[in-house]
């Protein structure tokens, strides 16, 4: 199993910067894309920022340009760095990785989610 812990959330004013951290543990062998998403109660879950390993990172048009994304291979590691944060910005925020186990098995995996709110 491969299991995400994220940490980095919490309470900022609007205007405010914030960074998340997640970090993949487990039976992986490679861990080929790491990614942000978040979601609002009654509402769907939603991209934000993913990264790759062939490819650059892709952002959601809603944080384009305030948030980066970032990672670190050898830690199987991905951050997201959050600057010019907005009301509309507060949300659960999920990890997620997705790649092949020690078995050669793919996985694609979640976190247990950490709360972003942005609030005056």
């Known amino acids: 199993q491969v299991h995400l812990v994220e940490s980095g959330g919490g309470l900022v004013q609007p205007g405010g910067s914030l960074r998340l951290t997640c970090t993949a543990s487990g039976n992986i062998f490679v861990v080929n894309a790491m990614g942000w998403y978040r979601q609002a109660p009654g509402k769907e879950r939603e991209l934000i920022a993913r990264?790759?390993?062939?490819?650059?990172?892709n952002y959601a048009d809603s944080v384009t340009g305030r948030f980066t994304i970032s990672r670190d291979n050898a830690n199987n590691t991905v951050y997201l760095q959050m600057n010019s944060l907005k009301l509309e910005d507060t949300d659960l925020y999920y990890c997620?990785?997705?790649?092949?186990?020690?078995?050669?098995?793919?996985?694609?995996?979640w976190g247990q989610g950490t709360q972003v709110t942005v609030s005056s």
């Open positions: 997620n990785a997705a790649g092949y186990s020690t078995d050669f098995t793919s996985f694609s995996s």
């Open positions: 990264i790759t390993t062939s490819a650059g990172p």
